[in-house]
């Protein structure tokens, strides 16, 4: 781990969402070799714009089942309950994910995380919500910045919108049906598209990564688990809905 290239890339970051212009990326491409560097620097970002704060919410996920998936804190002050309005918030890009929600209902120890397994995932989760993630990103390149540059800069992460908490049951992921309405797009329909298959399948992912220092992860820590709808492109004064049959709608106006 290179110390120095590890802050200059936080420094990059920091001076982005200070002065709200994105950096470039291409000249730090190499400075981070892997996902730990990248990891290192949402800490320095994180405890320049937050210290002390505890992260309730984070985002997991990746492309599939045999992907190494991602996992980044999120900030309090860009979470929000729906309905929600962004208006007043800075963006550079604005990009719309519709996710699912996951809320954990006790404590997870250290050693609880490392012997988790995918099929006893879903015991420790006590509510769910519908999600709206507003991606965004500090870089110039958008998300076509370097994969380690992207996970650094929170896997491209603007605000999280988030639904009313319903209570968690097993359900037939697969034939879920989503809804998402943007006013300038229209509206579009998916159905069973998750690209893991079953949101609960990252918990294990995640957990492990919360305690890799030895900490507990507490009763009530959130994390949203990846989108169900690509990225949809989305504008200012759009107002955006997500919907999913049988667990709730939430809404965004930006």
């Known amino acids: 781990m ?4 590890i802050q200059a890339v936080a420094q990059a970051l920091l001076h982005a969402r200070r002065s709200r212009s ?8 190499g400075h981070l070799r892997e996902a730990r560097d990248a990891y290192a620097v949402q800490q ?3 405890e320049a714009l937050a ?4 992260p309730v919410f984070w985002k997991s996920g990746g492309p599939s089942r045999s992907a190494v998936l991602t996992q ?9 309950p729906s309905p929600a309005n962004a208006q007043g918030q800075h963006f550079n890009f604005t990009l719309i994910e519709a996710e699912i929600a996951l809320r954990l209902g006790s404590d997870v120890t250290a050693a609880q995380a490392a012997e988790l397994t995918h099929q006893d995932a879903a015991a420790r989760v006590d509510a769910m919500a519908v999600a709206i993630e507003i991606v965004d990103s500090r870089w110039t390149e958008g998300v076509d910045a370097p994969p380690l540059l992207k996970l650094a800069d929170l896997q491209s992460h603007g605000a999280l919108v988030v639904g009313e908490w319903q ?6 992921w697969a034939t879920q049906r989503c809804e998402v309405q943007i006013a300038s797009t229209g509206a579009a329909e998916y159905r069973g598209t998750h690209p893991l298959g079953d949101p609960t399948w990252l918990l294990p992912s995640w957990l492990k990564h919360l305690t890799r220092d030895g900490a507990t992860v507490k009763a009530g820590t959130a994390v949203t688990t990846g989108t169900w709808c690509g990225m949809l492109p989305a504008r200012r004064g759009d107002r955006v809905s997500v919907t999913f049959d049988g667990i709730g ?6």
Not at 2 to 5: F, L, R
Request: proline fraction near 10%.
């Open 2 to 5: 290179n110390a120095s290239s």
């Open 22 to 29: 994105p950096a470039g990326a291409a000249s730090l491409a």
């Open 44 to 46: 320095l970002v994180r």
């Open 51 to 54: 210290p002390g704060e505890a």
């Open 72 to 80: 980044a804190p999120l900030f309090a002050a860009t979470t929000w």
């Open 167 to 172: 209570r968690f049951e097993p359900r037939d």
């Open 249 to 254: 709608e939430t809404r965004v106006q930006l």
